[in-house]
């Protein structure tokens, strides 16, 4: 399974999506709501790397971003802290989770 989509239509359909996928993003480029991710099933990646990573997303210019249960429990917990987080939340929290290795704490 490969597929492209918007970062915010990723983040508005994250709970259709199965925990076990990756998510790569487009080379240097800051979180934004149209840039465009990609969605593969890394067990189904044949075409390998040195290091066993998929070809395919080097190949098309994306580099891993996060997996989809990295980016459902990201969401999650911003939703514990903040009920009606909007999508320029969400992303917020994305991307420091990105950085940083870690939640948001809304509390602080």
Same mark, same amino acid.
């Given at each position: 399974m490969r597929l492209t989509l918007t970062l915010e239509t990723l983040l508005?359909? /994250?709970?259709?999506?199965?925990?076990?996928?990756?998510?790569?993003?487009? &080379? *240097?480029?800051? /979180?934004?709501p149209t840039m465009t991710m990609l969605?593969?099933?890394?067990? &189904? *990646?044949e075409e390998r790397d040195l290091h066993d990573e998929p070809l395919y997303p080097q190949t098309q210019g994306y580099q891993y971003f996060l997996s989809i249960a990295?980016?459902?429990s990201i969401k999650a917990n911003l939703v514990q802290q903040l009920p009606n987080a909007s999508l320029h939340d969400?992303?917020?929290?994305?991307?420091?989770?990105?950085?940083n290795d870690a939640y948001m704490n809304l509390e602080s």
């Open positions: 508005s359909q /994250l709970d259709s999506f199965s925990w076990h996928l990756d998510v790569y993003k487009t &080379l *240097e480029q800051a /979180l934004n969605i593969i099933d890394d067990e &189904l *990646e990295d980016l459902q969400i992303i917020h929290a994305v991307s420091y989770y990105y950085q």
